[in-house]
């Protein structure tokens, strides 16, 4: 059973009420197996709405209890239950779960842990000594519904947030927050296995340990070969399962830490430090070992895209452990922009209220189409065949070919039109989606984007315009990646290919939170196959209501 519910917490020297599950923030883990269905009982408890989506879990056939909110369901109102299904299949690994419905996801998220098939032989790493789990997060003084009502009224970009936190907890860098920083005990010669989520609100963020190397081995609940790196790069929506072996010297300390990398030009963002402690188990000296001063890593620099996609571009796949080939033989192609853009000021607006650049509105859009988010759910209207809710047709090119990376664009660029626009997709078809950034209102920047409802290979990335005579022979089509996630390169392009085998409605968006909020994204409708294994069911009973 799970409520949700406000509870009181303190960080940064001041106390706020903030919407919880069981009042644990970050909330409590899920621990299921690779191929389990299980329910979780949601009761809101809180004042306001509330979903909650089943991140990375691909949901076959049951995007009923997927979760975003007037995509696939309406909120879960105050004083209202839903009983969730969740289908796990070939996910493997580190997941996690969040609020889907305005900015709850701040402090309404935590970790899923997927271990192997109960009778299987284990992971194809040795086993690690213990689980710990490691969430990103960010923190406001202020109520967090308050920074997303006022920007959206303001028009304008949010508040940074005061505070990134590791566990819930900022870190011995912040004030008032020495005593709460995590603190991780190891034994000396053992292996840990870190399960790193970031549940950051708008940023990526490279994190590395003092003096220890990591080792990926999945990758949104998909394994990967094993990659020794000293730092890893993990977007807003992502998860790592990464080892740790404890192997320095016990009588010292050592930090590990996050800060963000943010490539656009002028775009602000929370430019702050989180740290955690890792502390050896030490009989002879532990009174010494407390106090010691721990050693800090080294992070690249917040603007380091080099070093970013370094780490970004070297993880591969595990053909021989994932449970999907990559298709070659496509069948449906899909060039989609994914832009900042502005709108004017609406007439009889304040200009004040109107504060992005030249007395605008910020907006975002995928091909031009800012998505306007219906009064009641897309999959709804989908299986009742209810007229007006959405329309067909999201256009598989943009409609307007230009410079895309350009540093000089011209203005009527920026405005792009509103809509509710979907994608039908025929069971089994061969999908490439290839996401294009621009560089419209000078706001070049790498967007983390994620699709429902299935896992991906990423094929391919690049800097500059996508060339389709040139950059698909370069495409990894060997070990390609499996994610839920992929980082689309600031001022570049990313491809990624899937087959639409699971059938219904699929949200697919950036997960940086205030793109969501401006409209850059669209859906995915994949039709019924033949077979009755091949078609969405009815809706479970307790579906809630608008």
Same mark, same amino acid.
């Given at each position: 059973?799970?409520?949700?519910?406000?509870?009181?917490?303190?960080?940064?020297?001041?106390?706020?009420?903030?919407? %919880?599950?069981?009042?644990?923030?970050?909330?409590?883990?899920?621990?299921?197996?690779?191929?389990?269905?299980i329910?979780?009982?949601?009761h809101?408890?809180?004042?306001?709405n509330?979903?909650?989506h089943?991140?990375?879990?691909?949901?076959?056939?049951?995007?009923w209890?997927?979760?975003?909110q007037?995509? %696939?369901?309406?909120?879960?109102?105050?004083?209202?239950?839903?009983?969730?299904?969740?289908?796990?299949?070939?996910?493997?690994?580190?997941?996690?779960?969040?609020?889907?419905?305005?900015?709850?996801?701040?402090t309404?998220?935590?970790?899923?842990?997927?271990?192997?098939?109960?009778?299987?032989?284990?992971?194809?790493?040795?086993?690690?000594?213990?689980?710990?789990?490691?969430?990103?997060?960010?923190?406001?003084?202020?109520?967090v519904?308050?920074?997303?009502?006022?920007?959206i009224?303001?028009?304008?970009?949010?508040?940074?947030s005061?505070?990134?936190?590791?566990?819930?907890?900022?870190?011995?860098?912040?004030?008032?927050?020495?005593?709460?920083?995590?603190?991780?005990?190891?034994?000396h010669?053992?292996?840990?296995?870190?399960?790193?989520i970031?549940?950051?609100?708008n940023?990526?963020?490279f994190?590395?340990v003092?003096?220890?190397?990591l080792?990926?081995?999945?990758?949104?609940a998909?394994? %990967?070969?094993p990659?020794?790196?000293?730092?890893?790069c993990i977007?807003?929506?992502?998860?790592m399962?990464v080892?740790?072996?404890?192997?320095q010297?016990?009588?010292?300390?050592y930090?590990m830490?996050?800060?963000?990398?943010?490539?656009?030009?002028?775009?602000?963002?929370?430019n702050?430090t989180?740290?955690?402690?890792?502390?050896?188990n030490?009989?002879?000296?532990?009174?010494?070992?407390?106090?010691?001063?721990?050693?800090?890593?080294?992070l690249?620099r917040?603007?380091?895209?080099?070093?970013?996609?370094?780490?970004?571009?070297?993880?591969?796949?595990?053909?021989?452990?994932?449970?999907?080939?990559?298709p070659?033989?496509?069948?449906?192609?899909?060039?989609?922009?994914?832009?900042?853009?502005?709108?004017?000021?609406p007439r009889?607006?304040?200009?004040?209220?109107c504060?992005a650049?030249?007395?605008?509105?910020?907006?975002?859009?995928?091909?031009?189409?800012?998505?306007?988010?219906p009064k009641t759910d897309?999959?709804?209207?989908y299986y009742?065949?209810?007229?007006?809710?959405?329309?067909?047709g999201?256009?598989?090119?943009?409609?307007?070919v230009?410079?895309?990376?350009?540093?000089?664009?011209?203005?009527?660029?920026n405005?792009?039109?509103?809509?509710t626009?979907?994608?039908?997709?025929?069971?089994?078809?061969?999908?490439?989606?290839?996401?294009?950034?621009?560089?419209?209102?000078?706001?070049?920047?790498?967007?983390?984007?994620?699709?429902?409802?299935?896992?991906?290979?990423?094929?391919?990335?690049?800097?500059?315009?996508?060339?389709?005579?040139?950059?698909?022979?370069?495409y990894?089509l060997?070990?390609?990646?499996?994610?839920?996630?992929?980082?689309?390169?600031?001022?570049g392009?990313?491809?990624?290919?899937?087959r639409? %085998?699971n059938?219904?409605?699929?949200?697919?968006?950036?997960?940086?939170?205030?793109?969501?909020s401006w409209?850059?994204?669209t859906?995915?409708?994949?039709?019924?196959?033949?077979a009755s294994?091949?078609?969405?069911?009815?809706?479970?009973?307790?579906?809630?209501?608008?």
């Amino acid at each position: 059973m799970s409520q949700v519910r406000e509870a009181r917490y303190t960080r940064l020297c001041s106390t706020k009420n903030i919407l %919880t599950v069981n009042g644990r923030f970050p909330g409590p883990a899920i621990k299921v197996h690779k191929g389990d269905t299980i329910y979780v009982n949601v009761h809101n408890r809180g004042k306001h709405n509330i979903t909650i989506h089943w991140h990375g879990v691909k949901q076959p056939r049951n995007p009923w209890t997927d979760g975003p909110q007037y995509i %696939t369901q309406c909120p879960i109102q105050p004083g209202r239950s839903f009983r969730q299904k969740i289908v796990f299949s070939t996910e493997e690994g580190t997941l996690w779960w969040h609020a889907h419905s305005d900015w709850a996801r701040a402090t309404v998220h935590g970790p899923i842990y997927i271990y192997p098939y109960k009778n299987s032989s284990g992971y194809p790493f040795p086993k690690p000594y213990a689980d710990v789990p490691i969430i990103f997060g960010e923190w406001w003084k202020s109520d967090v519904n308050k920074v997303l009502t006022q920007f959206i009224e303001g028009g304008g970009a949010p508040n940074n947030s005061d505070a990134i936190t590791i566990n819930g907890q900022p870190g011995d860098l912040y004030n008032c927050s020495k005593s709460g920083t995590f603190k991780l005990n190891v034994e000396h010669g053992k292996t840990y296995h870190l399960r790193i989520i970031n549940a950051a609100m708008n940023l990526i963020l490279f994190f590395s340990v003092s003096k220890h190397n990591l080792t990926l081995v999945a990758h949104d609940a998909m394994f %990967t070969k094993p990659l020794t790196t000293s730092y890893i790069c993990i977007a807003p929506g992502q998860t790592m399962d990464v080892l740790l072996h404890a192997n320095q010297n016990p009588n010292n300390r050592y930090y590990m830490a996050a800060s963000p990398y943010s490539s656009g030009v002028g775009v602000s963002f929370d430019n702050s430090t989180t740290t955690a402690i890792i502390q050896y188990n030490n009989n002879n000296n532990q009174n010494q070992n407390q106090n010691s001063t721990p050693s800090f890593p080294f992070l690249p620099r917040y603007n380091d895209t080099k070093s970013a996609f370094d780490f970004i571009r070297s993880i591969r796949g595990f053909p021989k452990e994932n449970p999907f080939t990559c298709p070659t033989d496509i069948k449906t192609n899909i060039l989609t922009t994914i832009s900042i853009n502005t709108f004017p000021c609406p007439r009889g607006r304040s200009p004040s209220s109107c504060q992005a650049p030249n007395t605008t509105i910020f907006a975002a859009s995928m091909n031009n189409i800012s998505f306007v988010t219906p009064k009641t759910d897309i999959l709804e209207a989908y299986y009742y065949h209810i007229n007006g809710i959405y329309r067909k047709g999201f256009p598989s090119f943009p409609p307007y070919v230009f410079n895309f990376t350009g540093d000089y664009l011209p203005l009527e660029l920026n405005i792009p039109k509103k809509g509710t626009k979907v994608k039908v997709l025929k069971y089994g078809s061969t999908v490439e989606v290839v996401f294009q950034g621009t560089n419209l209102v000078g706001a070049g920047i790498d967007h983390p984007m994620h699709l429902h409802g299935f896992s991906f290979h990423v094929v391919g990335y690049g800097f500059g315009n996508y060339n389709k005579s040139k950059d698909p022979k370069n495409y990894n089509l060997v070990d390609p990646p499996l994610q839920n996630v992929v980082v689309v390169p600031v001022k570049g392009w990313a491809a990624i290919r899937f087959r639409a %085998t699971n059938p219904g409605v699929w949200f697919m968006h950036c997960h940086l939170e205030r793109h969501l909020s401006w409209g850059m994204e669209t859906v995915f409708i994949v039709k019924n196959g033949k077979a009755s294994n091949e078609t969405l069911p009815p809706p479970p009973p307790d579906m809630p209501p608008c």
